[in-house]
């Protein structure tokens, strides 16, 4: 399991905005979390997949699309909140 950083906000397709890890990009495509991985949140709980990637390399943002059994109030309490990729 490995950090994939923080949850900014939610776009009006009730996707989970997330800024990722500051981290130095070293040129490997291995570092970067692949489309379709789950994503968990503190308590290991599945919460959704990577849907897509965008910005800049060095700190990306990820969309995810939920799963369809968590509930807008849920998606709310994760604003701002560390989520992990499997």
Known sequence: MKRL???LHLS????LI?????????GSMKE????HSFVLDKSI?????V??????VDWPYYI????KGIAGSELQKM???RVYVQ
């Open 51 to 56: 849907t897509g990637v965008f910005g800049p």
């Open 64 to 67: 995810v699309k939920p799963n």
């Open 5 to 7: 950083g923080k949850v």
């Open 45 to 49: 709980k599945r919460i959704g997949k």
């Open 79 to 81: 604003i701002n909140e």
């Open 18 to 26: 997330i800024r990722g890890e500051t981290k130095k990009f070293s």
């Open 32 to 35: 970067m979390p692949r489309i």
């Open 12 to 15: 009006k397709q009730d996707d």
